[in-house]
T-cell receptor, first 114, second 110 residues
């Protein structure tokens, strides 16, 4: 079966531009998480969806970051007015049962802001 | 503040050696502790631990949790070059939040 997929795999943009990163979770997984991972660091939690709603968005660093999951499946992470400090690998993970603690990660999108 | 601390940050061993990776944590409303292996981009799940003192084992890997002292260890015996990766420890709480440590980078030399 298909795992979690993310597109694009790499994104290079210029400072100040808008970017969208897409995550396609495993079919049937109701929970979806976005993380940001900088070099030498562990994944940093950004936002968690349960179904269509954001159950916890406390990890979003500021109001330039926004995420949606309109139909409870695919999710898009949106970053406005990108800054060089936004450069990182953005990981998405999905889970059938978030109370189980088990997540399945996608390959990530490497975002580079020049 | 909830946090996870892993040690050592990096480790270089020879094939056949046994390694122990450490994870200590502070988390409110603890639910579980998880170990992941990250070779390139996507971390892959290894273990989930919820109870103290019960060893989880998969092949040459094993892990145990101590909820009183708030730590976990991941053991890898008879290491192989394919074990080279970053090993991540994470906690979850009852709010389904995940907190990851910075990871231990393991390099196994032939």
């Amino acid at each position: 079966g298909a795992g979690v997929s993310q597109t694009p795999s790499n994104k290079v943009t210029e400072k100040g531009k808008y970017v969208e990163l897409r995550c396609d979770p495993i079919s049937g997984h109701t929970a979806l998480y976005w993380y940001r991972q900088s070099l030498g660091q562990g994944p940093e939690f950004l936002i968690y969806f349960q179904g269509t709603g954001a159950a916890d968005d406390s990890g979003l660093p500021n109001d330039r970051f926004f995420a949606v999951r309109p139909e409870g499946s695919v999710s898009t992470l949106k970053i406005q007015r990108t800054e060089r400090g936004d450069s990182a690998v953005y990981l998405c993970a999905s889970s059938f049962d978030p109370t189980s603690g088990v997540q399945y990660f996608g390959p990530g999108t490497r975002l580079t802001v020049l | 503040e909830d946090k996870v601390v892993q040690s050592p940050l990096s480790l270089v061993v020879h094939e056949g050696d046994t390694v122990t990776l450490n994870c200590s944590y502070e988390v409110t409303n603890f639910r579980s502790l998880l170990w992941y292996k990250q070779e390139k981009k996507a971390p892959t799940f290894l273990f989930m631990l919820t109870s103290s003192g019960i060893e989880k084992k998969s092949g040459r890997l094993s892990s145990i949790l101590d909820k009183k002292e708030l730590f976990s260890i991941l053991n890898i015996t008879a290491t192989q070059t394919g074990d080279s990766a970053i090993y991540l420890c994470a906690n979850t709480n009852t709010g389904n939040q995940f907190y990851f440590g910075t990871g231990t980078s393991l390099t196994v030399i032939p």
